[in-house]
């Protein structure tokens, strides 16, 4: 059964840094990308960031210069480091593979950009 499990949500101030790790089972996490992704209430799921199985990434224009992807392939681990937050950062964060696969989410976390 695939499972993705997100931790490390915060509140922090403008300009703060926060990581986020992503610890999936189900699958091979050596034969998929993955992503991360936000939804801010109001608005539609949003991806942030992708790495694929080779570890080339690309970023929503707004985060790139600001947020890292990464990858622990010996964890089945993915992660997003984020670095001079803003407030339009707040969000629920997800991570999964590619969303056309149809894979479920998690629960998410939460992070707060907020003075």
């Known amino acids: 059964q695939v499972k993705f499990v997100e931790s490390g949500w915060g509140l922090v101030q403008p300009g703060g840094s926060l990581r986020l790790s992503c610890a999936a089972s189900?699958?091979?996490?050596?034969?998929?990308?993955m992503s991360w992704y936000r939804q801010s209430p109001g608005k539609q799921r949003q991806v942030v960031a992708r790495?694929?199985?080779?570890?080339?990434?690309i970023y929503l224009p707004s985060v790139k210069g600001r947020f890292i992807i990464s990858r622990d392939d010996r964890l089945n681990t993915a992660y997003l480091q984020m670095n001079s937050l803003k407030p339009d950062d707040t969000a629920v964060y997800y991570c999964?593979?590619?969303?056309?696969?149809?894979?479920?989410w998690g629960q998410g976390t939460q992070v707060t950009v907020s003075s």
């Open positions: 189900g699958f091979v996490f050596t034969s998929y990308g």
């Open positions: 999964n593979s590619d969303e056309s696969i149809g894979w479920p």
């Open positions: 790495i694929n199985r080779n570890h080339d990434t």
